[in-house]
Structure formats: structure tokens, C-alpha cells
């Protein structure tokens, strides 16, 4: 089992900055992958950034890259995404989650424990 909680949304003007957290616990840090995805009203989810298995790696949506970080603190099993330069369509309830297998990691059925979501607002 896995358990992850968000935090850090909340509302800010086109252009700003944002960094959301994802505090895991339960599993072995080191044996899933946590992956972000959003979804916005009358949407379906959508994948945003993750890590490779082998962990060396980053990978992102086309939407969000160069403007969006990935990072993690493996000694507070945390997992992070540094957002800049933020616009009106990235305003969505913003999920992390963990994959335990070595899956496509763009599809949010690949996920398997997912956390409540924390809402990010753009104003324009």
C-alpha cells in the first residue's frame, strides 16, 4: 500500500509560480514511481511529469515542458512539481500517484494508488 497526500495549490495570476508536494508513505520509497497528472472540469485526466523506472530520467507532457519541474527528496519520500510561468489552461485538480510496475507511464490506469488532488487555479 501506498499512501499519498498533496498540498501546495491554490489560486495565482498567469505567469506566477507554484510548487506542489506529494508526501508518500506506506511501500518502500524506492520500489514506485510517483507520476503528476490533472484533470480539469469536463476533462479526462491527463498525464503532466514523471520519472523513469531506472530513475534517471524526467518526462513530461508537451503542454507543460520548460515550465514545469519534476524533483524529489528520497530521505522525506517526497515528490515535488515546481511550476513557473503558469497560464489559465493549467488551472485543474492536480493528482500525484504511484505506479509499482515499470508501465506506460502516460496512462493513468498504469497508476495504481492515487491521492485526493489539490486544486490549482490560473487567473487571467
Known amino acids: 500500500q501506498v499512501q499519498l497526500v498533496e498540498s501546495g495549490g491554490g489560486l495565482v495570476q498567469a505567469g506566477g509560480s507554484l510548487r506542489l508536494s506529494c508526501a508518500a508513505s506506506?511501500?518502500?520509497?524506492?520500489?514506485?514511481?510517483i507520476g503528476w497528472f490533472r484533470q480539469a472540469p469536463g476533462k479526462e485526466r491527463e498525464f503532466v511529469a514523471t520519472f523513469s523506472w531506472s530513475g534517471g530520467s524526467t518526462y513530461y507532457a508537451d503542454s507543460v515542458k520548460g515550465r514545469f519541474t519534476i524533483s524529489r527528496d528520497n530521505a522525506n519520500n517526497t515528490v515535488y512539481l515546481q511550476m513557473n510561468s503558469l497560464k489559465p489552461e493549467d488551472t485543474a485538480v492536480y493528482y500525484c500517484s504511484a505506479r509499482i510496475k515499470p508501465r506506460d507511464y502516460v496512462l493513468p490506469r498504469t497508476y495504481d494508488y492515487w491521492g485526493q488532488g489539490t486544486q490549482v487555479t490560473v487567473s487571467s
Open positions: 506506506g511501500r518502500t520509497f524506492s520500489t514506485y514511481r
